[in-house]
């Protein structure tokens, strides 16, 4: 019985982080006006990435074990009829919370600056906490308030594939409700502090297990304004790094000995370099746009066709990579004019609101990192489709106008130099 009594508030905790601030002003599904603020918990089920997130905790969710993990005092609960009439409509439960209307009032002074100042990362999650349901747990109890949990993004690993499905590796980004519960945990737990000491004498009270487990795994936290100040400097530190070393290389190369001996054969004239030399780089460049503040309830269909909409042509945006449950995505684009065309298309939006995604292009190490985890045949493929594209740019330069273009066929119709080329729509045959 105690085990499941501990199963039956795990599974509480985790439907309270499902409803609370930041995830109702981020998923309008769970909260719809025309129904008085309910929504259906399998409408929850579809939409709230709390339960679409792996299962890390073995939960087996029902509507009844929804139902029955909701405390009355914060959620009101109705019964769904059956309606005989509408096969679809096969009746449940709908689920809002006690104070939805009150929630909702706020909403204008919520913004994507607005909960980033309450935002924290933590890192050197002791190991039993490593999940959703265990994050939440660890700072309920370090923060001492049932209420402050708002929203948990585990970053990708360096290592992770684009598809990877998000886990914890000991570190995570962590959205609180209030700046003074931000600042009180960035006190007791500083990023260059030693977080490890035993308690001492001073101390009023004794600590919880989690804090004692917390010490001594060594976790510590970062205002993430700082995080993000030092992920750039990291990834600029690589890129120089990087540069040092191919000069050093570069600088200590054999000379060849020039010394020529009269039996060696007259040299050939050479050549005249060709006006397109080979391409050798692994990935195109430029064509890969970043986009934060992506509302975490939203999937790759509704990304593409939302920044689909602010290109002149739709199929310029080449491939959605986003990973369900996180605040950002990034986008492949055909090729550099067209990167650089939806990100002017989306800062001149003047019409925007200010939950809409910011777009940042890649370049450097970032750029470098990013394609590194692309397999090798989908990078030869954008590679061979951006230099297909910037020929026929250049012969329809000197082609005469009127030249028409289809629809844009898939990746495996993209053909190298001598075979018939099928870019930005249009396909014609090579000429010798």
């Given at each position: 019985?105690?085990?499941?009594?501990?199963?039956?508030?795990?599974?509480?905790t985790?439907?309270?982080?499902?409803?609370?601030?930041?995830?109702?002003?981020?998923?309008?599904?769970?909260?719809?006006?025309?129904?008085?603020?309910?929504?259906?918990?399998?409408?929850?089920?579809?939409?709230?990435?709390?339960?679409?997130?792996?299962?890390?905790?073995?939960?087996?969710?029902?509507?009844?074990?929804?139902?029955?993990?909701?405390?009355?005092?914060f959620?009101?609960?109705?019964?769904?009829?059956?309606d005989?009439?509408?096969?679809?409509?096969?009746?449940?439960?709908?689920?809002?919370?006690?104070?939805?209307?009150?929630?909702?009032?706020?909403?204008?002074?919520?913004?994507?600056?607005?909960?980033?100042?309450?935002?924290?990362?933590i890192?050197?999650?002791?190991?039993?906490?490593?999940?959703?349901?265990?994050?939440?747990?660890?700072?309920?109890?370090?923060?001492?308030?049932?209420?402050?949990?708002?929203?948990?993004?585990?970053?990708?690993?360096?290592?992770?594939?684009?598809?990877?499905?998000?886990?914890?590796?000991?570190?995570?980004?962590?959205?609180?409700?209030?700046?003074?519960?931000?600042?009180?945990?960035?006190?007791?737990?500083?990023?260059?502090?030693?977080?490890?000491?035993?308690?001492?004498?001073?101390?009023?009270?004794?600590?919880?297990?989690?804090?004692?487990?917390?010490r001594?795994?060594?976790?510590?936290?970062?205002?993430?304004?700082?995080?993000?100040?030092?992920?750039?400097?990291?990834?600029?530190?690589?890129?120089?790094?990087?540069?040092?070393?191919?000069?050093?290389?570069?600088?200590?190369?054999p000379?060849?000995?020039?010394?020529?001996?009269?039996?060696?054969?007259?040299?050939?004239?050479?050549?005249?370099?060709?006006?397109?030399?080979?391409?050798?780089?692994?990935?195109?460049?430029?064509?890969?746009?970043?986009?934060?503040?992506?509302?975490?309830?939203?999937?790759?269909?509704?990304?593409?066709?939302?920044?689909?909409?602010?290109?002149?042509?739709?199929?310029?945006?080449?491939?959605?990579?986003?990973?369900?449950?996180?605040?950002?995505?990034?986008?492949?684009?055909?090729?550099?004019?067209?990167?650089?065309a939806?990100?002017?298309?989306?800062?001149?939006?003047?019409?925007?609101?200010?939950?809409?995604?910011?777009?940042?292009?890649?370049?450097?190490?970032?750029?470098?990192?990013?394609?590194?985890?692309?397999?090798?045949?989908?990078?030869?493929?954008?590679?061979q489709?951006a230099?297909?594209?910037?020929?026929?740019?250049?012969?329809?330069?000197?082609?005469?106008?009127?030249?028409?273009?289809?629809?844009?066929?898939?990746?495996?119709d993209?053909?190298?130099?001598?075979?018939?080329?099928?870019?930005?729509?249009?396909?014609?045959?090579r000429?010798?």
């Amino acid at each position: 019985m105690e085990l499941a009594g501990q199963q039956q508030q795990d599974r509480a905790t985790l439907c309270s982080l499902a409803f609370s601030d930041y995830q109702l002003w981020t998923n309008p599904f769970l909260r719809d006006p025309n129904r008085d603020g309910f929504t259906s918990i399998r409408t929850l089920f579809r939409r709230s990435h709390i339960f679409l997130a792996d299962n890390e905790d073995a939960f087996e969710w029902t509507e009844a074990s929804v139902v029955k993990c909701m405390s009355r005092d914060f959620f009101d609960l109705r019964m769904i009829l059956v309606d005989k009439t509408r096969p679809r409509f096969a009746g449940g439960y709908e689920v809002r919370r006690k104070d939805w209307a009150e929630v909702t009032h706020r909403f204008p002074t919520f913004s994507p600056e607005y909960w980033d100042a309450r935002t924290v990362y933590i890192e050197n999650i002791p190991h039993q906490f490593r999940s959703t349901l265990g994050v939440c747990k660890l700072l309920r109890v370090l923060l001492n308030s049932s209420s402050a949990v708002q929203h948990i993004v585990f970053p990708p690993h360096y290592q992770d594939t684009p598809d990877a499905v998000p886990r914890c590796k000991g570190f995570a980004l962590v959205t609180l409700n209030e700046p003074d519960v931000v600042s009180d945990l960035l006190s007791r737990f500083p990023y260059d502090g030693d977080n490890t000491r035993p308690p001492t004498d001073d101390d009023d009270e004794d600590p919880s297990v989690e804090e004692s487990e917390a010490r001594k795994a060594g976790f510590r936290t970062l205002p993430k304004e700082r995080w993000d100040t030092l992920q750039a400097e990291y990834a600029e530190y690589r890129e120089s790094l990087l540069r040092r070393i191919a000069a050093a290389a570069s600088s200590t190369e054999p000379v060849p000995n020039k010394t020529k001996s009269a039996r060696d054969p007259p040299e050939e004239p050479q050549r005249a370099p060709a006006a397109n030399p080979p391409q050798t780089q692994s990935y195109p460049p430029g064509c890969v746009l970043f986009a934060r503040h992506v509302p975490p309830d939203t999937n790759k269909t509704a990304l593409r066709a939302r920044f689909s909409a602010l290109l002149a042509d739709a199929d310029a945006l080449d491939y959605v990579d986003y990973n369900k449950g996180l605040d950002s995505c990034h986008l492949r684009l055909k090729t550099h004019e067209h990167a650089q065309a939806l990100l002017e298309a989306a800062h001149s939006d003047h019409e925007v609101s200010v939950q809409e995604p910011e777009l940042e292009l890649l370049k450097g190490r970032r750029e470098e990192m990013y394609w590194e985890n692309v397999p090798e045949k989908v990078r030869a493929l954008a590679v061979q489709r951006a230099h297909a594209q910037v020929h026929q740019t250049r012969r329809g330069e000197r082609d005469a106008p009127g030249l028409g273009q289809g629809a844009n066929g898939d990746e495996e119709d993209t053909q190298g130099p001598g075979s018939a080329c099928h870019v930005g729509g249009t396909r014609r045959k090579r000429r010798r």
